[in-house]
């Protein structure tokens, strides 16, 4: 089965219309399958996001965006590929996605931060995708359990913008994001 969602463009459109494109786009509803576990996929996802399949890295971006569509996090922690009828480990180094870019509306308790993410989708960072730390790095809740890392341009633009607050943290959604002290 072929990956037809082609990725999210969120360039030149407001957060609003973000949401409602990320809202829109759906996807399987692997919350309620619930196979047997089948063993291993031999697949990972390595600390910078790359996907690999019995040691060798998986290239073609629509198949990564297939994959990560069947993707979800168990109570245990454990990540898996699931589909109607079967269950599959995958090992996941940090984060199963990667935030590739940002952009923010308003200011202050106003302000709105978006999220583009590596499988093509979009997010609004708040109380539906809350920011967490982990070792000092933000992750970002994305679905179904699944987690997503900062890029490094991502991360320091993030940054920059907690940096200027006073205690150090973003606001978006109306939710306030505090920063570690480093």
Known sequence: MPETRPPLEPAG???????????????????????????SSGMRIDREGRWFHEGKRIERDALVRLFASVLRREPDGRHVLVTPVEKLDIDV????????????????EARRIGFQ????GALIVGPAHPLRFVDGLPLVAVRHGIEASLERPVWYELAELALAADPPGVWSDGLFFSFPAS
């Open 13 to 39: 459109r407001s957060l609003d219309e973000i949401a409602a494109a990320a809202s829109a786009r759906g996807g399987p509803p692997v919350d309620r399958w619930n196979p047997s576990h089948c063993g």
């Open 117 to 120: 993410l590596s499988d093509g």
């Open 93 to 108: 180094e940090l984060a199963a996605l990667r935030v590739t870019a940002m952009s923010h509306e308003g200011d202050g």
